[in-house]
């Protein structure tokens, strides 16, 4: 199982990415993902989720701003995210829900697999 993270940057304030996830070694159609996200000093903190029927899950503090999808065919998993805010600033992590255990898209311990992360950074 590979996950490679890409689509970070450098971005001011208010300002947008898109941030990809190329999944590989897997039946990524099979399989729920989620983002999430390290800021510095900070533990990593559960972002969205996807689902295999499309269905897309968010924390309070990225609804309505940020948007999960994912392209099956192309084993490839997007995070757009708008309106960005300093507090934004972290490292951006893919990862496979680990579909043998039951618990929910929330919690970082039911992911197997991570890829490296992506540096996201907000500033004027």
């Known amino acids: 199982v590979q996950l490679v993270e890409s689509g970070g940057g450098l971005v001011q304030p208010g300002g947008s990415l898109r941030l990809s996830c190329e999944a590989s070694?897997?039946?990524?159609?099979?399989?729920?993902m989620s983002w999430a996200r390290q800021a510095p000093g900070k533990g990593r903190e559960w972002v969205a989720g996807?689902?295999?029927?499309?269905?897309?899950y968010y924390a309070d503090a990225v609804r309505g701003r940020f948007t999960i999808s994912r392209d099956n065919a192309k084993n490839t998993l997007y995070l757009q995210v708008n309106s960005l805010k300093p507090e934004d600033t972290a490292v951006y992590f893919c990862?496979?829900?680990?579909?043998?255990?039951?618990?929910?898209?929330?919690?970082?311990?039911?992911?197997?697999?991570w890829g490296r992360g992506t540096q996201v950074t907000v500033s004027s």
């Open positions: 996807i689902d295999g029927a499309y269905v897309d």
């Open positions: 070694g897997f039946s990524f159609s099979s399989y729920a």
């Open positions: 990862a496979k829900k680990d579909d043998s255990r039951r618990g929910t898209m929330k919690s970082l311990a039911n992911y197997d697999y």
